[in-house]
Nanobody
Framework: QVQLVESGGGLVQAGGSLRLSCAAS????????KGWFRQAPGKEREFVAA????????YYADSVKGRFTISRDNAVNTVYLQMTSLKPEDTAVYYC???????????????WGQGTQVTVSS
């Protein structure tokens, strides 16, 4: 089993930045994809960003492209989401996810974290 724990969420003003981290523990694997998803109040969970096992391929939702950057450090089993130019509509619970297969923007991930709240005030 793999456990994922997100951190770095919080309250920030519009235009500000936050860096989310997701640390994996347990029976971790470095040759799998990682992703970030988010769920705003009253809305369905949506894809944010994803990264391949070696970081060579990344995908972003159109709504965050150019503002968010996903990266990973396999040596410490951690994936990051650097968020800049934050907007009130970025307010959501952010979840990281991991899968053993190729990177995907779909919710076909094997393991999920508990989520971390990001709130952007206007």
């Amino acid at each position: 089993q793999v456990q994922l724990v997100e951190s770095g969420g919080g309250l920030v003003q519009a235009g500000g930045s936050l860096r989310l981290s997701c640390a994996a523990s347990g029976r971790t694997f470095s040759n799998g994809a990682k992703g970030w998803f988010r769920q705003a109040p009253g809305k369905e969970r949506e894809f944010v960003a994803a990264i391949s096992w070696n970081g060579g391929t990344t995908y972003y939702a159109d709504s965050v492209k150019g503002r968010f950057t996903i990266s990973r450090d396999n040596a410490v089993n951690t994936v990051y989401l650097q968020m800049t130019s934050l907007k009130p509509e970025d307010t959501a619970v952010y979840y990281c996810a991991a899968r053993r297969g190729v990177v995907t923007t779909m919710e076909a991930y094997d393991y999920w974290g508990q989520g971390t709240q990001v709130t952007v005030s206007s």
